[in-house]
């Protein structure tokens, strides 16, 4: 027989080391569908490897890559220990987005140290304006958010793809739907000239380290723990769970503004309807892989990166299929699933009651 006991409180090793053991059998799995691909398997390893690290070129694009993954991975891992289950990160990122074009485009004439500031702070403004509405619902009439942040992702979608053909259309983009450029006041620079990595990373890295320590040294992240962990209870010790639950999803919203933000005015420069390949999305499985950690979402977002741009890489090198990166993400996060059970419970067999004759 099979017993399952709760853990009292789940040891550090398996704090730490489930994550990697998560990632690490995610890749082995993957070894699977890689056989049937007829690709060798050490060889498949080595050109994602060498897709990554293997020039400074590969290693700039895995970061580049990672840093709009920080910031959704942020706004997950922060909304979830609320326990406020923000499925809209996709849409937060494109209103975010959005509104950095909207102001980033010469409207205002001001310095760099203004504007970029100003068009950063306007993306999180209107990303967390996107989570105001699911989290009144919740609070308000007790909506699903899950129902309710994932809906609304494809109906700003679909706002966006209208403003881009009307109001936000560039004039000079011979028919495309695209919005007018970034002027270079609103341009997050790059890091290493003459490459793709822009200080987008650095903003993701700091709001990461301060995420931490609001989370572990501040009452507000121990109201949020409190919330998360029991909200009856929170609220008999005095926490106002309404306020403290508004608060997050709008920290939640504009983390998620701060990745389209980051992306229109450090990377690509305009807004299009394909600005994300499901950044959002992604993020929530960077925030379950790091254990919901702020600091663990920026190591979680590096190895993503890393399993998409090495699987790039291996598909050109191999003619695989690249969409064995979407594979090996999906298989990190049940295995993050599974080694969560494990690590909250504990399985005893037990040998069978004998019936007596």
Known sequence: MIRIEPRHAPSRWMTFGIPVASALAALLLAAVPLSFAGAGIIEAYQEMYKGVFGSVFAFTEMLTRATPLIFTGLAAAIAFRARLWNIGAEGQLYLGAMAAVALGTGQIDAPA????????????LAGSLGMLGPAWLKLRFGADEVVTTLLLNFIILIFVQMMLEGPLKDPMGLGWPQSMPIVDNAVLPAIIPRMRLHWGLGVAVVVAVVAQLMLSRSVWGFRVQAVGENPAAARHAGINV???????????????GLAGASEVTGLKGYLTADLSPGFGYTGIVVAMLAGL?????????LFIASVFVGADAMSRALAVSSYLADLVV???LICVLIGGFIARNRVIFTAGARNKS
Do not use: K, Q, T
């Open 242 to 256: 309404r306020r403290v639950m508004l608060g997050v999803a709008m920290v939640s919203g504009a983390l998620a």
């Open 330 to 332: 999906a298989m990190s």
């Open 293 to 301: 950690s702020p600091i663990g979402v920026v190591v979680a977002a």
């Open 113 to 124: 140290y203004i504007l970029l500031p100003m068009v950063l702070l306007a993306g999180a």
